[in-house]
């Protein structure tokens, strides 16, 4: 079977994000013998004309969109992007092919019957898309019909027929290393200084309230064997010359055993001058030995999910960790000299203005002034997270399209705006603040320009630290002054 798949994603902040789940799915596709095309919108200036050509040149028979943000996951001027996505991608598709159109990606996991209706589509595939997208390919080929396959959601004749729970695969082991060079051009990615992107396991056992991914991958830990991810490492390395990797799990070091055993298998596997960086780092799960395998293993930086530096908030929040753990997994990235991006999410539900300087303080005592200080405030509510079901049972009409549209949580004590205005006012005390709702907002010809002055200046620094570097120069010369005077001046009012 023909199958043209299409990276939908089309927003680049931090960076543009390589479709590297996609690429899993295509390799699954060919290993089952179908015809694949791949077709990366990240960087289309013109969707249509690119769409038309894909579909001329390669006469698909089956088309697989995958859908990657609902939104920016703000809490506070949230930016909706399935319009875009909608607009730019799956209305131009419909007009161009008639045949059969099916949706997957993190974003459908989330909400996929509500993004089908959305979209008016026929077809979603929920959670792991490999091996569901296989079977659904060669049903079709068949020509039986899907209904039935497990993580596929149905649409027809405007009516949602099937709505599955999120597939997922038993053994990740049995999956192909794709090789993304040999399905999309990466040079655009390698201007932006985008990683690649691997995982050590899917699953997560955490009980985060604001949190989905034990909704879209369990909560069972599915874990790949260690020796199998650093040699994965070394094969994507050597295949596309891209030398940054991320580790995407949803928290990278739970298990700590399992994570320790990865670090061990790339530390035995040798020096590959390799820069690497994780998200999801889990302060309760910070130990001594931990951070010298990092170190080992080279690490250049990670993001740290603290998300409040306030026992009450941590527990509003579902964490499994305490203002002690944040405090001690900051003094040991630091000891390491592992730079670190921390991961505050405040105004969810509780928030107080004792809290939030309680949280404030904590943080600017574990992070280094070159750390970077990532603050997003309110929290966006999505289907399935426990919040989400504490929500409906409250008040059952807090969500037209069951979250799909931007839903936020209220804080109680306070209001989002108060939240956000206390947190800009602490920010501009701080060079190594960033507010997440607007300064994400970087131009793409800036960001571009950051990485080729780091790269020539300074190539084993995150980027992040170029932002941190212009706050200080500001505030050396006056202008972070003038900034924290006018907004006091201009907010007095709501501030006290």
Not at 249 to 272: I, Q, W, Y
Not at 459 to 484: A, M
Request: proline share 6%.
């Amino acid at each position: 079977m023909r199958i043209l798949l299409i990276n939908a994603n089309r927003f680049k902040h931090p960076w543009p994000v390589i479709p590297f789940g996609l690429m899993c799915v295509a390799s699954v596709l060919e290993r089952a013998g179908h015809a694949i095309r791949v077709l990366d919108l990240c960087f289309s200036r013109n969707c249509l004309r690119d769409l038309r050509t894909a579909i001329a040149e390669h006469q698909p028979e089956l088309v697989g969109v995958s859908i990657r943000n609902i939104d920016n996951s703000a809490g506070y001027n949230t930016l909706f992007l399935l319009e875009q996505t909608r607009n730019e991608v799956i209305i131009p598709l419909k007009q161009l092919f008639p045949g059969p159109i099916v949706i997957g990606g993190p974003a459908v996991g989330i909400s996929g019957a509500e993004i089908l209706e959305f979209m008016d589509l026929p077809y979603a595939i929920r959670g792991d898309g490999e091996l569901a997208m296989a079977e659904l390919a060669n049903l079709l080929a068949q020509g039986r019909d899907p209904l039935g396959l497990p993580g596929l959601v149905i649409r027809r004749g405007g009516q949602l027929l099937q709505d599955s729970p999120p597939s997922r695969v038993p053994d990740l082991n049995g999956l192909p290393t794709p090789n993304p060079g040999r399905y999309i051009d990466l040079k655009p990615y390698r201007a932006f200084n985008s990683p690649l992107q691997v995982q050590t396991k899917r699953g997560c056992a955490l009980d985060c309230t604001y949190c989905t991914y034990n909704e879209i991958e369990g909560r069972r830990y599915r874990l790949r064997d260690p020796e199998l991810v650093a040699r994965e490492i070394h094969d994507l390395t050597a295949a596309t010359g891209i030398e940054h990797v991320e580790f995407t799990d949803s928290t990278f070091n739970v298990p700590l055993k399992h994570c320790k055993e990865v670090l061990r298998a790339l530390v035995r596997l040798g020096n590959m001058n390799l820069k690497m960086r994780t998200m999801g780092l889990n302060p309760g799960f910070v130990d001594e030995e931990l951070v010298d395998l990092m170190q080992k293993a080279g690490f250049m930086e990670v993001d740290l999910g603290a998300e409040a530096g306030s026992e009450a908030m941590l527990r509003s929040l579902g964490k499994n960790f305490n203002k002690e753990d944040v405090l001690r997994a900051g003094r040991l990235l630091q000891e390491k000299n592992i730079p670190v991006t921390w991961y505050l999410l405040v105004g969810a539900p509780g928030e107080t203005r004792e809290t939030l300087r309680e949280t404030f303080d904590t943080v600017n005592k574990a992070a280094s002034k070159w750390d970077l200080i990532n603050v997003g405030v309110g929290v966006r509510v999505y289907r399935g997270a426990p919040m989400a079901r504490d929500m409906l049972a409250e008040n059952p009409h807090c969500t037209a399209d069951n979250f799909l549209r931007p839903v936020h949580c209220k804080p109680g004590a306070l209001s989002l705006e108060q939240v956000k205005l206390l947190t800009k006012q602490e920010a501009l005390k701080h060079p190594n603040y960033f507010m997440y709702d607007e300064d994400e907002n970087t131009p793409e010809l800036v960001l571009r320009m950051g990485v080729a002055l780091l790269k020539l200046f300074a190539p084993n620094q995150p980027l992040f630290r170029l932002h941190i570097l212009l706050r200080t120069i500001q505030k050396c010369l006056g202008i972070g002054l003038v900034k924290r005077k006018l907004f006091a001046w201009r907010y007095r009012a709501r501030l006290q």
